[in-house]
């Protein structure tokens, strides 16, 4: 089974500071992806990556930042939080090149709090 | 871009087949429709994938009309534990890179 694991599942920050979410998977998968979601907006693409340092803008993407450095891990990073970013963070991950479809596996989510 | 449409919320009973329908009337060639469930406080959850026809799994069945603007999720004899979140997506990179998810069908199972 695929594992997709977030470093935390509640994090409570205060404005202004830099964040950094962590996201791991254990089965080798090219692609990651970091969403966020809020109740009646459903799930949005903020940053997906699909190879190793490479990244491309999803939805949602201003007040964000992401690393990929290896394969295995992908980071978001709020580079100066603010309070309406408020909200379920979800980490995914896919199998195969930039066009396949191959379903997505995600993470349990980070509920992140900013004061 | 795919834009999806699914009815926000579904009732149903214990036993019976539900299915819920997804618009997408701007899908791409390339573009594959895949479903996810979610649970409260859980990340969302693979059901099925299809391109067009019908796909059936273990879980649930995918119906696709020949021209895909539309594709149903169908869950056969529903019990209590399938009450979630139902989303419908479209997309899987190709030329637009960028993947949509509906706004989610919320089924409640009732007994």
């Known amino acids: 089974d695929v594992k997709v694991t977030q470093s935390s599942r509640y994090l409570v920050k205060r404005t202004g500071e830099k964040v950094f979410l962590e996201c791991v998977q254990d089965?080798?998968?090219?692609?990651m992806f970091w969403y966020r979601q809020d109740p009646g907006l459903g799930l949005r693409l903020i940053y997906f990556s699909y190879d190793v340092k490479m990244k491309e803008k999803g939805d949602i993407p201003e007040g964000y930042s992401v690393s990929r450095e290896k394969k295995e891990r992908f980071s978001l990073i709020l580079e100066s939080a603010s309070t309406n970013q408020t909200s379920m963070y979800l980490c995914?991950?896919?199998?195969?090149?930039?066009?396949?479809?191959?379903?997505?596996?995600f993470g349990d989510g980070t509920r992140l709090s900013i004061l | 871009l795919a834009k999806t449409t699914q009815p926000i919320s579904m009732d149903s009973y214990e036993g019976q087949e539900v299915n819920i329908t997804c618009s997408h009337n701007n899908i791409a060639t390339n573009d594959y429709i895949t479903w996810y469930q979610q649970f409260p406080s859980q990340g969302p959850r693979f059901i099925i994938q299809g391109y067009k026809t019908k796909v059936t799994n273990e879980v649930a069945s995918l119906f696709i009309p020949a021209d895909r603007k539309s594709s149903t999720l169908s869950l056969p004899r529903v019990s209590l534990s399938d009450t979630a979140v139902y989303y419908c997506?479209?997309?899987?990179?190709?030329?637009?890179?960028?993947?949509?998810f509906g706004q989610g069908t919320t089924l409640q199972v009732k007994p």
């Open positions: 995914a991950s896919s199998l195969g090149l930039r066009g396949s479809n191959q379903p997505q596996h």
């Open positions: 997506l479209v997309g899987g990179f190709g030329n637009t890179g960028k993947l949509i």
């Open positions: 089965m080798d998968h090219e692609n």
